[in-house]
């Protein structure tokens, strides 16, 4: 026996050991120690199977009853033994067949140059060994992540592994219809890798759309808590003002009792006057009519005079408005709240921030103006942060605004900070 015979041998068993490794790792890994066990177990039986078959019938019959003796096995192995679902376990072991392929062309590749089968048996090892470091980092993870997402993604993913698995058993073992030169043949896989590619991107496009309606949700939903949270701020807020004032009028009644025993009626009127003054201020700010939009004002007011921003406003709306409060309040406290983060960074002298807010005819007008310092990176129409979780409020407003048949715009210039949104109501 040569060379080339004997590492061919070495291959024959190598592969085997390869896809084994391969397919439990794509179903799940081997993370305890009776997994390990398991899979020591389940490769030595295979090879001891192998074997067997090779050393009484030959290695032609081996290679064509390969999916008796190892593949039917081996999902069996993953399903009852190391408990994987049964879909995951046939795709993850039909995956690794495919992915058998990037050594077996290399292999072919190399004798086809080089005329030399021990060359083409030596690259054939290196490059299994190459392959499965690059999929266990690359293909994995991703792999196990998809098929466990939905059941749709699983029969998508697994569907071209099992179309080529039975394609290349019908036609290059049980048979020699590829090598016949039949045309429709030859055309198969590409024609296969056509429509799947189709389809990834259809369903690329579907499962995107999906995240991104998840991601939006999750800002509403943080836009419902943030105004809920200003609603209870500005009670919260004037209860404890109401409670101390109420504490204090027992002494604004013995003063004004003291100035009308004594007949000091001018300075009676003007301590009442005083003391008007300060019940107004028990009472949240009121900006317009409409009592979301005084809410989500009073709350940011109140965050700028805490870090020493002047907050301008001039606000002109009904007090009924089409829009709902969920995305009106997605509006403002996106936008507000960037502005006052952008305007914080400020020196104290130049913090501000202004807004205008109108109803005209049938579009409602929002302008939010802020001071900012730095660079301000814009893409797409979009400002962009590379701060986790930041940018999504801004995909919100695009967002609304698309839904109403609006417009928007950003635009950064001189320390300016302009947001611009106009909706159709």
Known sequence: MNFAAI?????????????VLLSIDISGGWSSKKDKQLTAAIIAFLLMVQIVVCLTSGTTAAENLYPLITHIPLVCALFLFMKRPIWIS????????????????????VLYISDSPALSEICYAVTVFISYALLHIFLVKPAYEAMNYSRWTLFFLGSLPVL????????????????????????????????????????????????????????VLTMELKQSDAELTVLQKSLEDTATYRHDMRHHFMILAEYIKNNETEKALDYINSAQK??????????????????????????????????????????????????LCTLLSNGIENAINAASRCEKENRWVEIDFSTHKSNMLISIKNSYTGEVEIEDGLPVSDRPFHGLGVKSISSIAARHNGMYSFDAKDGQFTMRVILSL
């Open 7 to 19: 590492m061919a041998l070495f291959n024959y068993g190598l592969v085997l050991i390869y896809g």
């Open 90 to 109: 046939i795709v993850s072991v039909f995956t690794a067949y495919l992915c058998c392929q990037i050594p077996n062309w290399i292999g072919i590749f």
């Open 164 to 219: 080529y698995y039975v394609f290349d058993y019908a036609s290059t073992v049980y048979t020699q219809i590829l090598y016949s030169g039949n045309i429709a043949v030859n055309e198969f896989v590409p024609t296969i890798t056509i429509l799947f590619y189709v389809v990834f991107i259809s369903m690329y496009h579907r499962e995107l759309k999906k995240r991104y309606s998840a991601e939006l949700e999750n800002s």
């Open 278 to 327: 300060g019940i107004d201020l028990l009472s949240p700010k009121q900006y317009c009519k409409n009592n979301s939009t005084n809410l989500i004002l009073s709350y940011y007011g109140s965050l700028a005079q805490k870090s020493g921003i002047r907050f301008d406003t001039k606000v002109n709306i009904p007090e009924v408005l089409t829009l709902s409060d969920t995305e």
